[in-house]
T-cell receptor
């Protein structure tokens, strides 16, 4: 079963704009990870944030985590056409250092137009 | 290329046939995971191994599914007597425990179509 949901389900923006996606989950977690998936292809790992962290940056990506609300957000700044993809959040409820199964959300389909 | 590899990339089979997929993890990664993804959905966990030991199986993994990792390196996932509902993308991932990373790295997937 899916752990949570991404919001919105679909997002269409113009190149150069920022894109924000939200993820909600249901249980306590060790970490939360964001993945990107281009149409019909494998998942690419973007960023991992641990339960004791509140914000993390990687290049044009900014992730926040609010464990009290069981939610996370992914911000992509200055979007590019190449960012067009589906984005999934995934939670790991295992112990630190012993990665266990990931439970994925339903995904946000991002379309970046020129 | 030192990433996770999967073979075949595509498989078309007739209902009732058996199929087997292979996954080669990143070298020295001790954990290996199988997920299944249907159209428009996020991946769902099937099973995972630490070295050669199968540590957890989802209830999604019916008796027709079996996974092995005999030498703690590559893994195979076999589906017996395939059904049309088995049509999906089968994803493999690997990770290295004992580090602070906990990141799972995914392969390109095997897309199964059951006619």
């Amino acid at each position: 079963s899916q752990q949570g949901e991404e919001d919105p389900q679909a997002l269409s923006i113009q190149e150069g704009e920022n894109a924000t996606m939200n993820c909600s989950y249901k249980t306590s977690i060790n970490n939360l990870q964001w993945y990107r998936q281009n149409s019909g292809r494998g998942l690419v790992h973007l960023i991992l944030i641990r339960s004791n962290e509140r914000e993390k940056h990687s290049g044009r990506l900014r992730v926040t985590l609010d464990t009290s609300k069981k939610s996370s957000s992914l911000l992509i700044t200055a979007s590019r056409a190449a960012d067009t993809a589906s984005y999934f959040c995934a939670t790991d409820a295992g112990d630190t250092g012993t990665a266990s199964k990931l439970t994925f959300g339903t995904g946000t389909r991002l379309q970046v137009t020129l | 290329d030192t990433g996770v590899s999967q073979d075949p990339r595509h498989k078309i089979t007739k209902r009732g046939q058996n199929v087997t997929f292979r996954c080669d993890p990143i070298s020295e990664h001790n954990r290996l995971y199988w997920y299944r993804q249907t159209l428009g959905q996020g991946p769902e966990f099937l099973t995972y191994f630490q070295n050669e030991a199968q540590l957890e199986k989802s209830r999604l993994l019916s008796d027709r599914f079996s996974a092995e990792r005999p030498k703690g390196s590559f893994s195979t996932l076999e589906i017996q007597r395939t059904e049309q509902g088995d049509s999906a993308m089968y994803l493999c991932a690997s990770s290295l425990t004992g580090t602070s990373s906990d990141t799972q790295y995914f392969g390109p997937g095997t897309r199964l179509t059951v006619l």
